[in-house]
């Protein structure tokens, strides 16, 4: 189990890097994330499904500037460590708990955006620092400013990566314990109501910001398929 652990830890922190810091080659996004955990942890179908249905939620959010934004890339890579933590191999035989997994990286998201705000902040610190070693002339203390701020942000997104998949599988473990068979799930339900979802969010983005019904019509669609296709 540490090593697991150790593994996501390690996943949140380029994850973290990615969105913003550095390189930017794609490889946080849920779809290349999720797919790249679940085949590590040797669940590849449901790291390719948590993944697709998690990059659709985000299409419209552009990590840019100072836009404030849900952290839906670390979001993503909580859920889908927390199902495999809890339930190794096919975990998409749980609807319960696939479901339980979207809904706990999807809060996530938003709640871990709020330290994005804090994590900037902090690293305006480096660069106050920075611009006096460079006022002095000193170009090695600047490059170690640089530095600090990518292990900075590199360790906000392997803390909080690690910190909430613990709190998350206690939780959903305890939670997919209750009696809840009377749900009646099944995976296409979650498939297609997600998907339904993404839709709407795909719509949202190319009609406007201000057409918020198109989300309730994604989800409308959703269901209705995946009532019809049972």
């Not at 096919?90 to 994590?119: C, D, E, K, S």
Request: proline share 3%; hydrophobic share 55%; net charge positive.
């Amino acid at each position: 189990m540490l090593q697991k652990y150790l593994i996501i830890f390690m996943a949140g922190g380029i994850v973290g890097l990615d969105t913003t810091a550095a390189w930017q080659i794609l490889i946080s996004h849920p779809l290349i994330s999720s797919t790249i955990i679940g085949w590590i942890f040797g669940d590849l179908s449901l790291g390719l499904f948590f993944g697709l249905v998690m990059e659709l939620l985000w299409m419209k959010d552009v990590p840019v500037g100072g836009a404030k934004f849900p952290e839906g890339n670390i979001g993503s890579l909580v859920g889908i460590s927390t199902i495999i933590l809890i339930q190794p191999k096919g975990a998409l035989q749980n609807p319960v708990l696939v479901l339980l997994g979207l809904l706990y990286g999807f809060l996530l998201a938003h709640l871990i955006g709020y330290t994005i705000l804090r994590m900037r902040r902090n690293n305006l610190i480096f660069v106050h620092w920075a611009d006096n070693f460079a006022e002095k002339g000193n170009a090695a203390g600047v490059a170690w400013m640089h530095r600090l701020g990518v292990f900075h942000t590199f360790a906000h997104g392997a803390i909080w990566t690690v910190l909430t998949v613990w709190i998350g599988t206690l939780l959903l473990d305890w939670i997919c314990r209750l009696p809840l068979s009377w749900l009646n799930l099944s995976i296409l339900h979650i498939k297609y109501t997600f998907l339904g979802v993404g839709i709407g969010v795909i719509g949202y983005y190319y009609t406007g910001r201000k057409n918020r019904s198109i989300l309730i019509v994604g989800l409308c669609i959703g269901l209705l398929i995946g009532i019809l296709w049972r």
